[in-house]
């Protein structure tokens, strides 16, 4: 069955600095897109950065990169040069090469800049 | 719209009456997604669909729960009878197409508390 793991509950960071958030997935298709989203204490999903199985290059977006291990499984997002609106909940998800496209989601890791 | 609107932005209810919650996509999107958050964790799928049709609702826990979109532009997402352990974030996500590169859009959700 399909899953997404991560590991993290919360994680705390220096501003400006990097940090990582941990993501590993299972999926026995070889067609999938992984997915990281930014929800903010008011509720929304925001979309951050997309994946795809085939990409032979590490997506990257802004201040966000990801960091994609097939072998390993694992899809950590690396957000750069951290802010102070950067404190949020992170959620990895994978979303299906066939059928309906869902996503599957992680648990999320809180993720709290200090100044 | 700008965006994926959805209402009401809170809903209160006591157990056993039947609730509507809406979903106003992304013009021109034609997929449409249920998820259900609940506290502390990430989105699980309801259901979806493409345009009218209701092409996977396997992620609904009960026939309680019900879901339509009969113009093929917004959906309503109805519970009836409802009981505590109905109480979350009912977040709705649509995308321009199906397929597995293409993010979805969420809503800032529905939260639905049941006394």
């Known amino acids: 069955a399909q899953k997404i793991t991560q590991t993290q509950p919360g994680m705390f960071v220096q501003e400006k600095e990097a940090v990582t958030l941990d993501c590993t997935y299972d999926?026995?298709?070889?067609?999938?897109?992984l997915f990281w989203y930014k929800q903010p204490s008011s509720g929304e999903m925001i979309f951050l950065i997309y994946?795809?199985?085939?990409?032979?290059q590490n997506a990257t977006e802004g201040r966000y990169s990801l960091n994609f291990q097939k072998a390993r499984k694992s899809a950590n997002l690396v957000i750069s040069a951290s802010q102070l609106g950067d404190s949020a909940m992170y959620f990895c998800?994978?979303?299906?090469?066939?059928?309906?496209?869902?996503?599957?989601f992680g648990t999320g890791t809180r993720l709290k800049v200090l100044a | 719209g700008a965006g994926v609107s959805q209402s009401p932005r809170y809903k209160v209810a006591k157990r056993g009456q039947d609730v509507a919650l809406r979903c106003d996509p992304i013009?021109?999107?034609?997929?449409l997604f249920w998820y259900q958050q609940a506290l502390g964790q990430g989105p699980e799928f309801l259901t979806y669909?493409?345009?009218?049709?209701?092409?996977?609702k396997s992620g609904l826990p009960s026939d309680r729960f019900f879901a339509e979109r009969p113009e093929g532009s917004v959906s309503t997402l109805k519970i009836q009878r409802t009981q505590q352990e109905d109480s979350a974030v009912y977040l709705c996500?649509?995308?321009?197409?199906?397929?597995?590169?293409?993010?979805?859009?969420f809503g800032d959700g529905t939260r639905l508390s049941i006394l």
């Open positions: 669909f493409q345009n009218e049709a209701q092409l996977d």
């Open positions: 994946q795809g199985s085939y990409d032979e």
């Open positions: 999926t026995s298709d070889q067609s999938y897109g």
């Open positions: 013009s021109g999107h034609v997929s």
């Open positions: 996500a649509s995308s321009l197409e199906n397929t597995v590169n293409q993010p979805q859009h």
């Open positions: 998800a994978m979303r299906e090469g066939q059928g309906t496209y869902k996503y599957i």
